[in-house]
């Protein structure tokens, strides 16, 4: 069976929110990445190439260093086990890794190994040229030895396993498979990003996350539409035992096939500006979504929208969880009905990535027990004040101590779905307390608005806002009554 329809919000914003409580062991060849950015204005007169002026250089991790700083930057824990040479790159990684926060115990440095190394050499942001300084050789007994040592002793704190494997010679002669066979005997989940044809290396593996091109070499011919995906991911899944297959497809989003149904997860369209290390993104998101308790085809989602995000940024991108959320809100859009109705901890998120964006983020609250025209107009022209709105909704429990028994009418569910569906609100949280002061001072919104039968002194929040930076903005109603009527002129109570 193959299935189109995206999983609802509401379980990958849950999963997001358990991020911080994942450990993820992580093996594979660890590369330093350098990029060296300049100008070029003349041609060498030594030889027929161009002229580079240096303006500037920077490193990152790349290979399964990239891995590990996408999952600290997604704010769950990190065990690195590899082995790299004593060399100045080398030492680069153990560092960087240290700096990052990432356990540095489990990595072996040989002097008999070189680490691997890539300089990418651009001009005005035009890659022109990239030197690769490495030596793919496996392990030799001693180096093995000592892996699968600080392996075993990492996995019983780990959640999952991802083994990154960049062809540089960590995962050879059989490693993999060892260290995927000592996974399934301690029953945890792992995970690879392959290299290669041949897929028998990883043979028992809980899943791999190749690319289009990867799956078609792996199967031996091209796979391009949906029904071939799944065909090549099937006829791995039959060869080597793998419980199911997430394959990335660029601009035509994810596929994830198991052996009795498919899923294809359309991506959201954005400028690219480099693919550099997309597919540690994703394997990282996937990673900590699966061990945060989503089924393969929503952490596949989320990790769809975090190779969205990565993909937009220069050189070796790493992901925030508050970009990732903003990616996820995004593609489900605004006002899409009981999608918009979050936790607390979620709006929180929201509003932090749609700040980053720019955006201006308003918010008002209130019981909203029997919605009428009074309210809509209210809704209409907060919205009018911001590019987002968060509406904060008393709880039931709240409702009946406000207003006496016998309210609400309308149960707290059913007041958020249809308030959700109104083109004016783009989030909808429930707070169980009498007053919306606590989820105020977690949001802090640019603008509070409330009606004008409220004064500035009055309005629960405005202190908390104004003293953030934000204004406060009252809305003109019909006289005698609080919600209802025309709403008239907008006047702002304070700026400041």
Known sequence: MIKHNPPSPEPLHRAIARFGGVTVLV???????????GVIERISPEAPIPVLHGRGETSAMGGAGNVVANIVSLGARAIPVSVIGTDTAGDSLVRMLGELGAETAGLSQQRGRMTSSKSRFS??????LRFDE???????????TGLIRHFRAALTGADIVILSDYGKGILLDGVAAELIAICRQAGKPVLVDPKGRDYARYAGATAITPNRKELGEAVGHAVFA??????AARELISAHGFDFVVATRSEKGMS???????????????????????????????????ASGADPVAAASIANAAGGVVVGKRGTARLTVEELTGALFRSHGPTAHKDAILDASSAARMVAAWKEEGLSVG???????????????????????????????????SVRRLKGQGRPVNDQHDRACVLAALASVDAVVVFEEDTPLALIEALLPDILVK??????????????VQKAGGRVVLVDLVAGKSTTGTIGKLRAGSTS
Do not use: M
């Open 27 to 37: 093996v594979g060849d660890l590369i330093l990445d350098r990029f060296v950015n």
């Open 123 to 128: 001009a005005l942001n035009q890659q022109v």
């Open 134 to 144: 490495e030596e793919i050789k496996p392990l030799h007994e001693t180096e093995r």
């Open 226 to 231: 949906d029904d071939e995906i799944v065909a």
């Open 256 to 290: 994830v096939v198991g052996p009795d149904e498919a899923r294809h997860i359309a991506t959201q369209a954005r400028e690219v500006f480099d693919v550099s290390g997309a597919g540690d993104t994703v394997i990282a998101t996937f990673a900590l979504a699966l």
């Open 363 to 397: 918010f008002t609250n209130g019981c909203f027990d029997i919605l009428h025209a009074g309210h809509v107009s209210l809704l209409h022209a907060a919205r009018s004040q911001c590019d987002r709105l968060v509406l904060g909704l008393n709880s039931d429990a």
């Open 451 to 464: 009606g004008a039968d409220y004064t500035i002194d009055t309005v629960v929040g405005a202190d908390v």
